[in-house]
């Protein structure tokens, strides 16, 4: 029987076909290899438009949306003092119920509160009303023609008929209290706080500048809130 080729009679592979498969190992070993560099940068090669316009497509989405969300900042804080505020539809900013027995009080917070840069207008009723006219039509169009109230609840306050009168009038205009009714304690417990108005925190005097400040602020507040909702309302 004959062997294959290079094999003997007995089936042994001679020296040079032992010679030859080396050669043919050492040549396979050889074969450079395709780096991973160059896999990587073919497998780019290949990428497809499709993918390619998908990734510039979420860079302009994110673009776009940074455009967007900075066009929605906030406005900046309308003026209460320009010439179409909705604070001037109303004859005085703010209307100061209080007893006759502290009015000398009551006049050093309205120059304290007339002084400052907005010029808030107070309602003073030894000084504003119209002689002559029935006192329950002047504390009521006071109360009507006023953005907020101060209630300046001192011992004399609450002995005092028409000071409870114009309270229940104001409450009866904001039934809500959203920030236009503004109870001040003076020389009073907290126990003898009035009923009525125990749903709202009131501002302490003790202090007198203090509490001045705290009066101030809650009525430009209340102020600044109303022309800036006015104002969202037109637009």
Known sequence: MRGAPGQDSCGHFSSDCYLDMAGWVRRLLQKPKQSSS????????????????????????????????????????????????????????????HSNGDFEFVEEMVSYLESQPEGIR???????????????????????????????????????????YQMHQALAEAPMANGRTIPVLKGIDQRDYPRELRCLYYIDVTRKENGFRQIKDTILRYLQELCQSTMSRIE
């Open 38 to 97: 160059s896999a990587e940068s073919s497998l780019n090669t290949k990428q497809s438009p499709s993918s390619s316009s998908s990734s510039s497509s979420a860079v302009v989405t994110s673009s776009s949306t940074s455009s967007s969300v900075a066009s929605r900042s906030p406005a900046s804080q309308v003026s209460i003092s320009s010439s179409g505020s909705a604070r001037w539809a109303k004859s005085y900013d703010v209307c100061i119920c």
């Open 122 to 164: 107070c309602f003073l009723q030894l000084r504003d009303a119209m002689p002559g006219s029935a006192i329950t039509t002047e504390l009521c169009d006071a109360v009507q023609n006023s953005h907020c109230w101060v209630l300046l609840i001192t011992p004399s306050f609450l002995e005092d008929p028409w000071c409870r």
